[in-house]
């Protein structure tokens, strides 16, 4: 199975089991993750193989199973069914050996039921080689001599095809001839843990539901621990009375099984949430990875900025305001100012990471120096703030006798502007034209404006201080 | 009225970024009522003289300067003050160019301070200063650049700091990268191609703005408003500089003659050797004259060097056994002829002199040389050698735009869709531009901004170059090092140095050009000789083939040509049933009548009516009859079109020139209209009738450039009549030195293999056991033999590989291979060459199936690195044999041909059984009869001169069918018949004089259960 990543994506799914046999073809244009259908096919037999190569391709254990669905058709009906459901169309095979449900599944459509082995080998030597995803190289090799199918190539030695063709057309030939058997591989799918603690009376106040939440992590830490993991993430649910539910996720620094952390972090972010009434379930699910450990150093080099105080601190930030909170101006090649930075979530502190953002402010600074304002004043630092978004000003600057009122009658005048500074470009896609301006007011305030020549208008973009 | 001198201006000869044709600044500058402009291209003068052209021709000051790289990647601004300055410009590039790899320069501060005199530093703050100063003294300037970026504030703040500190003076610049401000766009897009970037990805690589157009006046004075001094002061740069390269002073290199004796005694010494052996000891008095005339004139013009030389280097070719032969109108020569440059007798011809040279043209002459292909290298460095590197350079050939390059860089650029760029690259021919259907039929709606911008910039940027190539055999040679007319730099061949101009700058400037032209004919004639005298001990060469052979112009009637030099083409082949030449005068008016010129000037239809008997010959004057009796009344050649200027209407031989270069540029300028009244009114006044003048006039307009000198026509019928015999007397020697001179000529090796198998040659398949590189001739039976095609037309077996397989078959005590695992071993060649070998056929020998030969390659190939091998103890596994369908489609697909057969051959059944007829067939349907017919494409051609009509030839088992497709046809069916290699069509029979035509009405894809494979076509304007 694909996992589809871009919309329009044509994603072809395919699914086998290993004694009945299935095959799913998607042909919907959607995005759907291999683990969500391979959730939805377990629910049709316990043992449930993904192909690793061929990510479309299933495998589904379906021994004794027609005892529950009547006949392999209708089991097979019912998957198709769920599947189409799921947006999903396949091929379903129902037959005895891996190899051949998975070539009659790339090479056919629908439902199809094999009576007996030697049906299933018959049909499989018809299958074209073409439709097995061979490499072009092998495959163009094998037309060439005039093996167009499963059956010509069985009709091959194997160990001929494997000094010729490699590995790839050995393994196929041996397949096609039922030379090899491969046992399947059933996944098996990871629950996330969780603990719920129901009250009778709402609580809403944010002490008791902290101490509520360390009672529970006080029962899913030594769970996780068990299972050799550490904690990612850890949901907060709470149920409110008569009142949708309230999620909030947080995350420490690293995986961690640290109770007093993950508890100084939950309180943070109740901290910061008003409930609107009181709620009357709590649950905590735990994500976990499993634990790594590290080796532990003899003499440890004791960095100058301990970056790890420097990261819990940032995530007791992100635990009071939300993930958004902490972000990291990264600059960027562009014309346009705004085009020049993005703000990104912060990358993993370093031990330069000060250094860095003081070269920035450094350029900035050198970058911001208009001419006038340098060349009078070289020792003068002057700090340009960019605004999120420009405001538009009025359409038309009034000039009085002492200057422009660029801003509007109700702030002073300009008595000195320099520029025009012009970015223009993006002719190909919506053309942008812009004269941009120091503009000085009387009492020593300089803003930075722009006329935007497209929309006949000016904008303040910042202000200089 | 303000005004001021733009100093940094690059045209598009900054390749991939300045956005404007030098000639367009130039204009724009005129417009704008400057007075002078500095053309300064990055480490170059490429632009140089067409500015200077359009300069002289609007009367205003050109500065000739360029944007010099150092080794920091900065740049300074050098201007040539005067003449001495310009060389040492030139040899500072030279410099700079010649150390770094091709397309890039890079020169130190010493370089510059080693070639400051005589030039204007304008330096924008990047280098030391102090080294600078000391250089120019008061020649430096500090440049203030001004593009309205607020980055530049600073820097300009800096600039005048330092310029301060050192007392230098400041001058104001815009950088101008295009004439107008509405070329900003495609100034980005040139940016991203250069940089490998879209325009949406290419974020600051492009430019803030769109302030680099040429300022008026007004608006540089705005933008300087601040300091006014800045603008005044780009006048007085300008007033420094008064060099114009009309003061460049050259000389052609003069012979060294140990014994005193001049160049001109030496020349007038060979041509009259010469002129003894031409005439076996007997001069005869009308060549005497001419001789005497031409070297007088030559004298005069002090061009006796220029002659020597080509001497020297025909006498070169022939010691060294390379064919080779004047062409073009040194054949109107007679020195030339004598001197054994060309092989026409322009005396007993009766050809026009002054078409060669004139005292009135002010300009040197111009021999080219053909000289056989695959050889023409040699001569080339003979050329180098003898005059050294420093005096002898190749002369550019700039790479421009066309629409097939520019849909793709510019839809790379924009970041459309590379499928749908190729898609439309496919649908566009060279030289119908990119027009806006051809978009639409691509699938690419103009409705959508972006594709919008896309047409446009496709158009635009036609014609802009692209990078710097080397002529194919142009060389400049001087008596002064040739760095100190223009920059050399090195070519992307090794061993080749390049000037920084074109043919068209060399002319501009009257220097002198030596043209070493590569011609494959003449590689097929040499490769024929040589074969003629290993297989049958003939002795041959051009000059004792024996001349007026009926039956090779029997089969010239026959339009039985292909491979025949400048007849093969498919009009040609239409023509000559009809002019049905007879002799070696009617071949020169063969090659000439089917050209342009003679087509647009309707000269054609009356010249085969009056060699039919259908028109009466005559003549409008009696003084034209001796011009045109030759050509029965119908002027088909320039040096008629020259005289009859002159004998009717009393034209010098010189305004007779002029008049055919005014001929050659009309379509540009109009120049020919200034003739109109002065011919019509001479012609008048000689009696003749005004409704003929006219006539006379219109049919001299039409002529227009496409015309050919007799002199050129007569040189090349040599070498076609030369083709001609060779064919018709020895076929295989003919096809086998015609397929190993490949690439060359009209038609691909599958086409002349097939000729070649209904001239009843045999032509035998590659054998990896007998084969050679080249196609060998195999004796069949006492003076018959079959040709055996070379290894060289396996695709992906190169030379290396082929020397392999003959130094492993040379040891073989028995010669040759025992099997397919001995060569596998011995030879140790790549499996991918082994297993084309055995898709061609060539084990066949071996007596294994191809499949079977490819099986055993591969297990072959496996066990080659191992020392215990096993012993196979089974035979191999069975395979399906090939049909002879896919035999001959195997053979196409792994060499391109198959001497087994044609791939319609076995799909004649099914064609039959469709009621398709073949070639043979169709030749004799009746006039007007409709008929279904399919072939395989061989030949598209668009002429510009047939009115939009197409011509297309197909090709079957039985020969060629030529199509003719009318506009409106061709437009409804243009996607399938510009891209389908295997047509069907329905139309209509046209038969006149036992030429067939297929009027196509109608496309489509046969509907066959295979698809034969194909060589591909070639298409042609």
Not at chain 2, 591 to 608: A, E, W
Request: aromatic residues 8%.
């Amino acid at each position: 199975m694909h996992r589809a990543g871009a919309m329009g994506k044509r994603v072809a799914d395919r699914l086998a089991c290993a004694d009945l046999r299935i095959e799913v073809e998607q042909k919907e244009t959607f995005d759907v993750d291999t683990a969500v259908i391979l959730k939805r096919l377990s629910g049709f037999s316990p043992e449930v193989e993904s192909a690793g190569e061929d990510g479309n391709a299933f495998w589904l254990n379906a021994t004794g199973l027609e005892r529950l669905y009547g006949s392999p058709g209708r089991w097979a009906e019912a998957i198709l069914a769920a599947l189409k459901e799921m947006s999903l169309s396949a091929a379903i095979v129902v037959g005895f050996t891996r190899f051949g449900t998975y070539a009659l599944a790339r090479s056919g459509q629908g439902v199809t039921i094999l009576g007996s082995p030697e049906a299933e080998k018959e049909a499989v030597h018809r299958v074209p080689l073409a439709r097995l995803g061979l490499l072009p190289s092998v495959r163009g090799g094998l037309v060439k001599l005039g093996k167009q199918t499963v059956g010509d190539l069985a009709g091959l030695r194997a160990s001929d095809l494997l000094e010729r063709f490699g590995p790839e057309a050995y393994r196929l030939c041996n397949l096609a001839r039922g030379d090899a058997w491969d046992p399947l591989r059933p996944v098996t799918f990871e629950e996330p843990l969780s603990e719920r603690l129901e009250w009778e009376q709402p609580v809403s106040n944010t002490m008791r539901l902290t101490f509520f939440a360390k009672g529970l992590l006080g029962l899913l830490v030594p769970r996780i621990a068990r299972g050799s993991r550490a904690l990612v993430a850890l949901e907060i649910g709470l149920t409110l009375d008569h009142e949708d539910k309230f999620v909030e996720r947080i995350k420490p620094v690293e995986p961690t099984l640290d109770e007093g952390q993950l508890i100084d972090l939950v309180r943070l972010r109740l901290e910061s949430k008003r409930l609107p009434v009181g709620a009357v379930e709590m649950e905590l699910t735990a994500f976990t990875v499993p634990k790594t450990t590290k080796q532990l150093v003899l003499f440890p080099k004791r960095p100058p900025r301990n970056a790890a105080a420097a990261q819990r601190a940032l995530a007791r930030i992100r635990a009071e305001f939300g993930p958004d909170a902490v972000v990291w101006a990264r600059t960027k090649e562009g014309h346009l100012p705004e085009a020049q930075f993005v703000f990104e979530t912060t990358p993993p502190l370093t031990d330069t990471f000060s250094t860095r953002v003081q070269c920035r402010l450094y350029d900035c600074q050198e970058r911001q120096t208009g001419r006038p304002f340098v060349s009078q004043k070289p020792h003068r630092t002057l700090v340009r703030r960019i605004f999120s978004r420009p405001v538009p000003l009025q359409a038309r600057p009034v000039c009085g006798p002492r200057g422009c009122h660029l801003l509007g009658m109700g702030h002073a005048p300009f008595t000195r502007i320099v520029g025009p500074y012009v970015v223009s470009g993006g002719w190909w896609v919506r053309e942008v034209y812009r004269e941009y301006h120091f503009a000085e007011t009387e009492r020593g305030k300089i803003v930075w404006v722009y006329f935007d020549k497209r929309r006949r208008r000016w904008f303040v973009h910042g202000e200089v201080s | 009225m303000p005004s001021y001198v733009p100093l940094w201006c690059k045209s598009n000869f900054s390749f991939l970024e300045g956005a404007s044709h030098p000639d367009e600044l130039v204009e724009e500058a005129h417009r704008l009522g400057m007075g002078s402009l500095a053309l300064t291209d990055v480490d170059g003068v490429y632009g140089l003289v067409r500015a200077y052209v359009k300069a002289r021709e609007l009367g205003i000051q050109l500065i000739a300067g360029s944007e010099i790289t150092l080794d920091d990647d900065s740049t300074i601004l050098l201007l040539a003050q005067n003449a001495p300055g310009y060389a040492n410009l030139c040899r500072l590039i030279s410099t700079g160019r010649l150390r770094s790899p091709k397309g890039s320069s890079k020169v130190s501060l010493e370089d510059i301070g080693g070639c400051a005199s005589g030039l204007i530093a304008l330096w924008k703050g990047g280098q030391a200063v102090t080294p600078l100063k000391e250089a120019f003294g008061d020649r430096l300037y500090g440049v203030v650049a001004r593009h309205r970026c607020a980055e530049e504030t600073r820097e300009e703040v800096l600039l005048k700091a330092r310029a301060r500190r050192h007392g230098i003076p400041l001058v104001g610049a815009v950088e101008v990268l295009y004439h107008t401000p509405a070329r900003r766009p495609l100034q980005d897009v040139l940016t991203c191609i250069r940089e490998k970037c879209t325009v949406s990805t290419a974020k600051r690589r492009i430019r803030a703005n769109g302030e680099h157009f040429l300022k008026s006046p007004v608006l540089f004075e705005e933008l300087f408003s601040d300091d006014p001094d800045l603008v005044f002061r780009t006048e007085e740069v300008a007033a420094r500089c008064d060099f114009s390269l009309s003061e460049l002073t050259y000389r052609y290199p003069s012979e060294r003659l140990p014994d005193q004796t001049t160049s001109f005694e030496w020349l007038e010494r060979l041509t009259f050797d010469g002129a003894k052996k031409r005439y076996r000891g007997s001069i005869p008095s009308a060549v005497v004259r001419q001789l005497k005339k031409e070297l007088a004139l030559i004298d005069e013009l002090d061009y006796p060097g220029y002659f020597l030389t080509m001497w020297e280097i025909v006498r070169f070719c022939r010691e060294n056994g390379i064919l080779c032969q004047g062409r073009g109108s040194a054949a109107n020569s007679a020195v030339c002829y004598c001197l054994g440059i060309t092989a026409i007798d322009p005396v007993r011809m009766d050809l026009l002199f002054e078409r060669f040279l004139s005292k009135e043209r002010a300009e040197p002459p111009d021999i080219d040389l053909d000289i056989e292909h695959e050889r023409r290298e040699e001569v080339i460095q003979h050329v180098y050698e003898k005059y050294g590197r420093e005096r002898a350079a190749m002369v550019a050939v700039v790479i421009r735009y066309r629409p097939k390059s520019a849909v793709r860089d510019v839809g790379k650029a924009l970041g459309i869709r590379s499928r749908s760029c190729d898609r439309l690259a496919r649908l566009l021919s060279r030289f119908d531009g990119a027009p806006d259907e051809k978009f639409e039929q691509a699938g690419i709606a103009l409705d959508v901004p972006l594709h919008r911008h896309f047409a446009r910039l496709s158009q635009e940027i036609l014609d802009f170059p692209r990078h710097l190539s080397i002529h194919p055999g142009g060389f400049l040679l001087g008596h002064e090092p040739i760095a100190n007319l223009v920059p050399i730099e090195n070519g992307t061949m090794p061993g080749r140095t390049v000037i920084q101009w074109d043919k068209n700058d060399v002319e501009a400037l009257g220097l002198f050009k030596v043209d070493l032209l590569g011609l494959g004919a003449l590689t097929h004639l040499h490769l024929c000789f040589d074969l003629l005298k290993n297989h049958r001990g003939v002795e041959l060469d051009m000059a004792r083939i024996p001349p007026n052979d009926p039956a090779t112009f029997e089969m010239i009637c026959r339009a039985q040509t292909v491979g025949v030099f400048q007849i093969e083409s498919r009009a040609q082949m239409a023509m000559l049933p009809r002019l049905k030449p007879r002799n070696f005068y009617d071949l020169v008016v063969e090659v000439s009548i089917v050209r342009p010129g003679p087509i647009t000037g309707g000269m054609v239809h009356p010249y085969l009516r009056r060699r039919n008997g259908d028109e009466e010959v005559a003549y409008p004057h009696p003084t034209l009859e001796p011009v045109l009796k030759k050509t029965l009344g119908v002027p088909l050649f320039q040096e008629q079109v020259m005289k009859l200027a002159v004998v009717a209407a009393d034209y010098t031989p010189g305004e007779a020139d002029q008049l055919r270069r005014d001929m050659a540029a009309w379509r540009k300028v109009g120049k020919i209209e200034r003739h109109r009244t002065k011919l019509i009114s001479r012609m008048e006044k000689k009696g003749i009738a005004r409704e003929f003048a006219k006539r006379v006039f219109e049919q001299i307009r039409g002529f227009g450039e496409y015309g050919f000198p007799e002199s050129h026509a007569a040189s090349f019928a040599l070498i076609s009549y030369a083709t001609a015999w060779l064919r018709c007397h020895y076929p295989a020697e003919f096809v086998c030195g015609l397929l190993n001179a490949q690439p060359m000529g009209f038609y691909t090796p599958a086409t002349i293999v097939e000729d070649a198998k209904r001239m009843e040659v045999e032509m035998r398949p590659v054998d990896v056991m007998t084969s050679g590189w080249d196609c060998i001739m195999e004796e069949r039976e006492k003076g018959r033999f079959a040709v055996r095609m070379g290894l060289r037309f396996v695709k992906g077996v190169g030379l290396g590989d082929f020397e392999r397989i003959v130094e492993e078959r040379s040891k073989h005590d028995r010669g040759g291979f025992g099997s397919i695992f001995d060569l596998v071993h011995r030879t140790g060649l790549d499996v991918g060459v082994l297993l084309t070998l055995a898709e061609a056929g060539a084990f066949d020998g071996f007596g294994l199936s191809r499949r079977h030969a490819m099986w055993e390659i591969r297990g072959a190939v496996r066990e080659r690195h191992d020392n215990m091998k096993l012993v196979r103890a089974s035979k191999g596994p069975e395979f399906d044999p090939l049909g002879s369908f896919e035999i001959v489609g195997w053979d196409y697909i792994s060499s391109g041909h198959s001497v087994r057969g044609h791939p319609l051959a076995s799909l004649r059944p099914q064609l039959d059984a469709m009621g398709l007829l073949n070639a043979r067939d169709l030749r004799t349907i009746k006039d007007g009869s409709r008929v279904r017919y399919a072939g395989m494409v061989i030949c598209r051609q668009h002429p510009s001169t047939a009115g939009g009509v197409t011509f297309m030839t197909l090709e079957d088992e039985t020969g060629f069918v030529n199509l003719v497709i009318w506009k409106d046809v061709f437009k409804k069916f243009e996607v399938i018949a510009k891209t389908a290699p295997f047509l069907g069509i329905s139309g209509k029979i046209q038969a006149k004089e036992g030429v067939v035509h297929l009027i196509a009405e109608k496309f489509w894809v046969p509907g066959l259960n295979l698809t034969p494979e194909t060589a591909g076509s070639r298409d042609f304007r």
